[in-house]
């Protein structure tokens, strides 16, 4: 019986880990930059951003669209973001470009990538005196998707197991 436990649990673990690997590789492989960037602009529509626009195109300075979040419907703070679908890491070269890319126009910025961030470019996106850069890697970015219930569908299964010492106790 503990065996059986044990080998579902560990399949379980890794379905977990498969739907992620599947995720990341539809939106790497399958959606255009343009799709991703509208998948993106979506996202941050369900989280509360307004007015979120996407503005990547050639020439466009790094920026691949803008948006206003509001806290508490007090403050709000312009962010423009960057999407990347990579599968490597991204490197601190792309967040100091990206930075760049945001002076004169908002005090926030948001790289969103299907890949990861390398140690370097965390630092940079929080180097102090720099304005702050928030980072969403391929993991958090697929684990928003099954928050929202963006094209990630989630099935409960009930298991119910008889406790054999809550009877004894009669």
Not at 10 to 33: F, G, M, R
Not at 37 to 54: A, D, W
Not at 111 to 119: A, E, M, V
Request: aromatic share 8%; net charge negative.
């Amino acid at each position: 019986m503990k065996e059986n436990e044990a080998k579902e649990a560990d399949e379980e673990v890794q379905e977990a880990e498969n739907w992620k690997k599947l995720a990341l590789e539809i939106i790497t492989e399958v959606l255009s930059p343009g799709a991703f960037e509208r998948l993106v602009q979506r996202i941050l529509r369900e989280k509360g951003f307004s007015q979120v626009e996407v503005t990547g195109r050639s020439g466009d300075g790094g920026i691949d669209g803008r948006g206003i979040a509001k806290i508490n419907g007090i403050l709000s703070f312009h962010i423009i973001f960057q999407c990347k679908r990579y599968k490597g890491k991204v490197g601190s070269g792309e967040i100091r470009d990206f930075r760049g890319a945001m002076i004169g126009r908002t005090d926030k910025g948001l790289f969103i990538t299907t890949g990861s961030f390398t140690r370097d470019a965390i630092l940079e996106a929080n180097r102090d005196g720099a304005p702050a850069i928030d980072l969403i890697d391929g993991e958090k970015l697929v684990e928003k998707l099954k928050e929202l219930n963006l094209g990630i569908d989630i099935e409960l299964r009930e298991h119910i197991s008889v406790n054999r010492k809550w009877f004894e106790s009669f």
